[in-house]
């Protein structure tokens, strides 16, 4: 078998290029240039920034494949160049907004790697959550980023050990704006689910939920996790959750779904799982947040003291990776 390619450690390396993406992404020139906008000068005045910096930076990223220059000083979109006038992919690279946060985020790699404690309050002045409470805009960019705008449709397609026909009842905790409980209840009309988040987020549920068809089977819940769940539902499911969380607060929230799951609910885990001797990775919920991804051993010696005994845990055919628990 041939040895593969060396890595180009320059090029991995090069931050140039991802900040003018970032750049271009919150002055919207993508969108500017969509309108007819060619010349630079018109496209720095409708951007509201120096002519100069921006033919340079559009140099960078013509050479780089996104967007064309079919003049000097003149350019236009190319299929890469296109990608940002997509609202969904275009949340994350906003600077303005929680892009911005997640870019500047990476900034405290290195104190991060040096403690093990995430570095974001260095930099913001709050811990990520706290931040988010304290400016209402940003933490509507986050929402819209982790719900339908910036994901698109959720997959509601995961399987359960003994199937769902005696699921009757749900509960999605940290479940968002609502958007895969939406499409859980679309998938299972004899369903009856409660949305369970923070009150500023399941606040923009209402519209999904009427959307998808099943606002008459949904109830909201405006609380944190760390606090008693409702009880007696069939099944508790945590979506993008426990990954989040470092040891001690992801231990919290598995023992609120245990006691609330009692005596004969399931707790099931989407995201956020590897098999073990997978690889390791870096996510950016460990860089703001101090969050893990945890093999399926690491998952179960957190779920027994909370309370829970891991039934199942793998990939599914639907692409999710489901841990599935039973009260203890």
């Known amino acids: 078998m041939p040895e593969p390619a060396s890595a180009d450690l320059w ?115 709050r811990p990520f959550w706290d931040d988010l ?27 359960l050990t003994a199937g769902w026909d005696g699921v009757r009842t749900m509960v999605d905790v940290g479940g968002g704006t609502g958007g895969l409980l939406a499409e859980i209840l679309r998938a299972r009309p004899a369903l009856r689910g409660t949305l369970v988040d923070q009150p500023r987020t399941v606040a923009l549920s209402a519209d999904i939920f009427q959307s998808a068809g099943v606002a008459d089977r949904v109830t909201v819940v405006g609380q944190s996790f760390f606090d008693p769940l409702p009880a007696g539902a069939d099944l508790y499911l945590l979506k993008s959750v426990i990954n989040d969380w470092p040891d001690a607060e992801a231990l919290a929230i598995l023992r609120r779904c245990a006691e609330a799951a009692r005596p004969a609910g399931r707790v099931v885990v989407l995201g956020g799982l590897r098999p073990d001797g997978a690889p390791a990775d870096l996510a950016i919920e460990m860089v703001l947040l101090g969050g893990k991804h945890r093999t399926v051993s690491e998952f179960r010696a957190l779920a027994q003291p909370a309370g829970l005994r891991l039934l199942a845990a793998g990939p599914q055919p639907g692409g999710h990776f489901v841990a599935e628990c039973v009260a203890a």
Do not use: M
């Not at 720095?44 to 990223?61: E, F, I, K, M, N």
């Not at 409470?133 to 995961?158: E, R, W």
């Open 11 to 125: 090029a991995l390396s090069d931050l140039c290029t991802p900040w003018c993406i970032h750049v271009a992404a919150t002055l919207r020139i993508a969108d500017h240039i969509a309108t007819g906008l060619s010349a630079i000068g018109p496209l720095a005045a409708a951007a509201g920034c120096d002519a100069g910096v921006l033919d340079s930076l559009l140099g960078h990223l013509v050479s780089k494949g996104v967007f064309a220059a079919p003049a000097p000083g003149h350019y236009a979109l190319n299929d890469a160049a296109q990608g940002l006038l997509n609202p969904a992919g275009r949340i994350g690279l906003d600077l303005d907004g929680i892009g911005g946060r997640f870019a500047y985020a990476w900034g405290t790699l290195l104190s991060y790697a040096r403690t093990g404690r995430p570095a974001y309050p260095e930099i913001f002045g």
């Open 133 to 159: 409470d304290a400016h209402p805009d940003l933490a509507a960019s986050f929402d819209a980023l982790i719900g339908p705008v910036g994901h698109g449709t959720p997959n509601p397609n995961f399987d």
